[in-house]
């Protein structure tokens, strides 16, 4: 079966310039997540979805940062503009509720390089 | 409030058993989990606990819950250099979606 699958794997991009992060679940998931990962803070949670609804953002950092989930098996977190600041290795998980909670299985993760 | 912490650090001989250590402050919680990091990889779950157990063994890994004191751990029996990679212990809530609370990650470094 196909894990998470995340795009890009690396991008390098200019400060002021859009970032789109792209996600794809696992099949029959139905909670996503996006978090970000850095030596200073560790994994932090930015946001997570329930069948393609946002259910808690408080996580996502500044206004520049948006996340959507136009359907079941997509989602984006865009960064605009972006700064040396945003550099960092984002993940993206997702899990299915169900009755009991079940793991979160992660993708591999964008590493992102803000100059 | 959430709270996870662990130790940053732990370098052990191959062969010998590791241990991770983890404690958490929510006594809330219905799942623990541990997720293994390799360098330049995402996280990778190795295993989980429900908070109404006290103990799992699966292969080389023996997970031990002391609900009590709130402390869980990690044991890799015969530890193998191929376990070095950061390990990561998380708990999820009653009523909390799937939403995880990740601890900080323990480095684990294995010598020959």
């Known amino acids: 079966d196909a894990g998470v699958i995340q795009s890009p794997r690396h991008e390098v991009t200019e400060m002021g310039q859009e970032v789109t992060l792209r996600c794809k679940p696992i099949?029959?998931?139905?909670?996503l997540f996006w978090y970000r990962q850095t030596m200073m803070r560790g994994l932090e949670l930015l946001i997570y979805f329930n069948n393609n609804v946002p259910i808690d953002d408080s996580g996502m950092p500044e206004d520049r940062f948006s996340a959507k989930m136009p359907n079941a098996s997509f989602s984006t977190l865009k960064i605009q503009p972006s700064e040396p600041r945003d550099s960092a290795v984002y993940f993206c998980?997702?899990?299915?509720?169900?009755?009991?909670?079940?793991?979160?299985?992660f993708g591999d993760g964008t590493r992102l390089s803000i100059l | 409030g959430e709270d996870v912490e662990q130790s940053l650090f732990l370098s052990v001989r191959e062969g010998d058993s590791s241990v991770i250590n983890c404690t958490y402050t929510?006594?809330?919680?219905?799942?623990l989990y541990w997720y293994k990091q390799e360098p330049g990889a995402g996280l990778q779950l190795l295993t989980y606990?429900?908070?109404?157990?006290d103990m799992k063994q699966d292969q080389r890994l023996t997970v031990l819950l002391n609900k009590k004191d709130k402390h869980l751990s990690l044991r890799i029996a015969d530890t193998q250099t191929g376990d070095s990679a950061i390990y990561f212990c998380?708990?999820?809530?009653?009523?909390?979606?799937?939403?995880?609370?990740f601890g900080t990650g323990t480095q684990l470094k294995v010598e020959l």
């Open positions: 099949s029959g998931h139905d909670y």
């Open positions: 998380a708990e999820s809530l009653t009523g909390g979606g799937n939403k995880l609370t």
């Open positions: 606990i429900f908070s109404n157990m």
């Open positions: 929510d006594s809330s919680s219905t799942y």
């Open positions: 998980a997702s899990s299915y509720g169900g009755k009991s909670n079940q793991p979160q299985h």
